[in-house]
T-cell receptor, first 113, second 116 residues
Framework: DAKTTQPPSMDCAEGRAANLPCNHS???????VYWYRQIHSQGPQYIIH???NNETNEMASLIITEDRKSSTLILPHATLRDTAVYYC??????????????FGKGITLSVRP | GAVVSQHPSWVICKSGTSVKIECRSL??????MFWYRQFPKQSLMLMAT?????????EQGVEKDKFLINHASLTLSTLTVTSAHPEDSSFYIC????????????FGPGTRLTVT
């Protein structure tokens, strides 16, 4: 069973920030929050991950609440090419069974012109 | 990030035949690769974990005799769908774990299999 819950869909206007929420209330202390996205008919693409501090890279920012029970992925200036299914996944970055990437249903982001 | 390729990108085969899909890590060595399957409008489902030089570990409900996985080198894993049937038509995606990058997983572009 997926350990995260996400709304099924959301949309935003091109050029605006897209804030994608994720709940992971049962996250363990050694589990990281990962975000991937899948553009239609392509393989998933890694976006960002974090443990407890906020993270930023060239693609997005990840904001994790202090209690680590939820997080938000922020695409600062959404473009039409950001239209995709975004997956929030918790895992331990290791070789063990709890390191598997288990995909839930994700959230479908639609960026409108 | 690391690059993973798959071949072919799409394949059409007749019912009863076998199809082989290749997954390669292009710029790194992957001791562990994963095979996923995705049906239309559904999420990715992990089929099996492939470790170089050893037998693959299959997820519950996945027939190991139907989906043959071989990971004979550090840069190549193959998935063979044997005696394919129309219900095996799906999007097959591989990924590779990169120990040097904190055990991150990078995904291939996927292979669309259509069984007629």
């Amino acid at each position: 069973d997926a350990k995260t819950t996400q709304p099924p869909s959301m949309d935003c206007a091109e050029g605006r920030a897209a804030n994608l929420p994720c709940n992971h209330s049962t996250i363990s202390g050694n589990e990281y929050v990962y975000w991937y996205r899948q553009i239609h008919s392509q393989g998933p693409q890694y976006i960002i991950h974090g443990l407890k501090n906020n993270e930023t890279n060239e693609m997005a920012s990840l904001i994790i609440t202090e209690d680590r029970k939820s997080s938000t992925l922020i695409l600062p200036h959404a473009t039409l090419r950001d239209t995709a299914v975004y997956y929030c996944i918790v895992r331990v970055p290791s070789t063990g069974a709890n390191s598997k990437l288990t995909f839930g249903k994700g959230i479908t982001l639609s960026v409108r012109p | 990030g690391a690059v993973v390729s798959q071949h072919p990108s799409w394949v059409i085969c007749k019912s009863g035949t076998s199809v082989k899909i290749e997954c390669r890590s292009l710029d790194f060595q992957a001791t562990t690769m994963f095979w996923y399957r995705q049906f239309p409008k559904q999420s990715l489902m992990l089929m099996a974990t492939s470790n170089e030089g050893s037998k693959a570990t299959y997820e519950q409900g996945v027939e190991k005799d139907k989906f043959l996985i071989n990971h004979a080198s550090l840069t190549l894993s193959t998935l063979t769908v044997t005696s394919a049937h129309p219900e095996d038509s799906s999007f097959y995606i591989c990924s590779a774990r990169v120990p040097a990058e904190g055990y991150e997983q990078y995904f291939g572009p996927g292979t669309r299999l259509t069984v007629t």
